[in-house]
């Protein structure tokens, strides 16, 4: 929201007055069912109404990037490699993060997994980890599932790290409702 508004701050500039008149839902209904059609499938009406499809987002995605890079994680040492070729001054470590670096790929300033089979895999760094395990397990849709089945939920979102599988455990191990609902088994164990 901080790009829009500078953007927006940026725009005004240009203007030598401007009015700003706030338009109530019930009155915006013809503009409102415009901008939803061209969001969805605008073919059909392309004929009668001019439609340009904008390429570029309005603002400049570097200013999001910025705030991304600020967190330390073993992503960094990769992103350089792969962006500018810089190598970490310690040779076995600079073989290892050029070994690694053969299953990166950058896109945009985004770290992405390379797969044989799928879809590529965005990387997530240690503050989104956590995050990802909670809304897959316990979120919205989430069935409280057990650790192979939310790993497996991660990756079909296009998401992956290393020991994801180890994080999903003790994430779930956590998870108060998990531990409340859990079978208990009432059958001693046959030797
Ligand atoms: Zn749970």
């Given at each position: 929201m901080a790009s829009y508004l500078s953007q927006e701050k940026d725009l005004i500039r240009q203007f030598f007055s401007f009015n700003i008149v706030h338009i109530k839902r019930s009155e915006n209904k013809y503009?409102?069912?415009?901008?939803k059609l061209a969001s969805t499938n605008?073919?059909?009406f392309a004929k009668d109404i001019r439609v340009e499809v904008l390429k570029h987002s309005s603002v400049p995605q570097n200013q999001v990037l910025v705030i991304q890079t600020g967190v330390e994680?073993?992503?960094?040492?990769?992103?350089?490699?792969?962006?500018?070729g810089t190598l970490p001054k310690e040779k076995a470590e600079a073989r290892k993060i050029k070994h690694k670096a053969l299953n990166y790929q950058l896109n945009?300033?985004?770290l992405y997994r390379r797969a044989f089979l799928g879809p590529l895999l965005r990387y997530v760094d240690a503050k989104d980890e956590n995050y990802l395990i909670r809304e897959i397990h316990e979120g919205i849709c989430g069935l409280h599932a057990g650790p192979r089945m939310t790993v497996a939920k991660i990756m079909n979102a296009g998401y992956y790290w290393p020991d994801?599988?180890?994080d999903a455990v003790q994430?779930?191990?956590?998870?108060?409702?998990?531990?409340r609902h859990?079978?208990?088994?009432?059958?001693?164990?046959?030797?």
């Open positions: 503009a409102d069912t415009l901008s605008f073919e059909h994680s073993w992503m960094i040492p990769i992103k350089a490699y792969l962006s500018s945009d300033g985004v994801m599988h180890l994430e779930i191990r956590k998870c108060d409702s998990c531990q859990a079978p208990i088994h009432c059958i001693p164990k046959m030797n």
